[in-house]
């Protein structure tokens, strides 16, 4: 099975149909790592939020 997906042929028809399906779904690809960019930056901000307040309870239990 190695040695089938080691041909120059079969390796070439994989990235053609891998190309062809990333440019057909290009829109998608790009709107879902968007959104995903989106959600990432909304957690760090909440987990940055997140830590403030606990920061600032321990500066409240410290006086």
Known sequence: MSKI???????????????????????????AANEAADKSKDFVLQQRENLEDILEEGKDKAV
């Open 5 to 31: 997906f080691h041909h120059p042929l079969v390796l070439f028809g994989l990235g053609v149909a891998v190309g062809y399906t990333v440019h057909k779904y290009r829109k998608e690809i790009i709107l």
